[in-house]
């Protein structure tokens, strides 16, 4: 592992815990970034374009400007790489950030209460946006914008949060015990 790459999300997870979902937001997340940026790019282009060449000083300035604004949107990209959703039986982590890791983490006992939104965009691209309540307190991950396919993902959820635990315990076990056996038949 690279000093400079973000820890994979599912080294923060438990012997104990099952996996259930791991994403990331959708790309709709950047349409924004990407129409501010390429709006700056066309003004800084068109205008070094349009002054006459002894100002060229005030080209090259709008030249560097021009890099900062690719060079933020490169950072902006990267960050949205990086930021990563794991839903486990037990447990919702989000890992983000590049040179600095933040992991917010919330237990799937905490939930009371899921709400589902779906907008016109996203139902357009495929995404929406689910909020989760717990008990009386606000959490780190109440409410996550950009989710794709957010109708597995509520379904996944209820079902965690709502459904029947000696069945999903009795899956669990089943899941372990034939992960073990390709484990074994590999090394032997």
Same mark, same amino acid.
């Given at each position: 592992?690279?000093?400079?790459?973000?820890?994979?999300?599912?080294?923060?997870?438990?012997?104990?815990?099952?996996?259930?979902?791991?994403?990331?937001?959708?790309?709709?997340?950047?349409?924004?970034?990407?129409?501010?940026?390429?709006?700056?790019?066309?003004?800084?282009?068109?205008?070094?374009?349009?002054?006459?060449?002894?100002?060229?000083?005030?080209?090259?300035?709008?030249?560097?400007?021009?890099?900062?604004?690719?060079?933020? $949107?490169?950072?902006?990209?990267? =960050?949205?790489?990086?930021?990563?959703?794991?839903?486990?039986?037990? !447990? *919702?982590? #989000?890992? %983000?950030?590049?040179?600095?890791?933040?992991?917010?983490?919330?237990?799937?006992?905490?939930?009371?209460?899921?709400?589902?939104?779906?907008?016109?965009?996203?139902?357009?691209?495929?995404?929406?946006?689910?909020?989760?309540?717990?008990?009386?307190?606000?959490?780190?991950?109440?409410?996550?914008?950009?989710?794709?396919?957010?109708?597995? $993902?509520?379904?996944?959820?209820? =079902?965690?949060?709502?459904?029947?635990?000696?069945?999903?315990?009795? !899956? *669990?076990? #089943?899941? %372990?015990?034939?992960?073990?056996?390709?484990?074994?038949?590999?090394?032997?």
């Amino acid at each position: 592992m690279s000093l400079f790459s973000p820890r994979d999300p599912d080294e923060y997870l438990l012997d104990t815990e099952r996996r259930v979902i791991r994403i990331r937001r959708h790309w709709a997340t950047l349409l924004w970034d990407s129409f501010e940026s390429g709006a700056l790019l066309s003004v800084a282009v068109m205008v070094s374009y349009l002054l006459p060449p002894a100002l060229w000083v005030v080209q090259n300035v709008l030249w560097y400007a021009a890099l900062i604004v690719i060079l933020r $949107f490169m950072w902006l990209v990267m =960050e949205w790489w990086v930021e990563t959703l794991v839903v486990t039986d037990k !447990r *919702f982590i #989000m890992t %983000k950030g590049i040179f600095t890791t933040k992991v917010l983490m919330m237990p799937i006992s905490k939930v009371t209460d899921l709400t589902y939104k779906r907008s016109a965009a996203g139902r357009l691209f495929g995404y929406g946006t689910i909020v989760i309540e717990s008990a009386g307190q606000i959490q780190a991950l109440n409410h996550i914008d950009y989710l794709p396919r957010p109708e597995e $993902f509520y379904d996944s959820i209820s =079902e965690l949060v709502f459904g029947d635990k000696k069945k999903q315990a009795e !899956r *669990f076990s #089943m899941i %372990k015990a034939q992960r073990a056996a390709r484990g074994k038949r590999k090394v032997g």
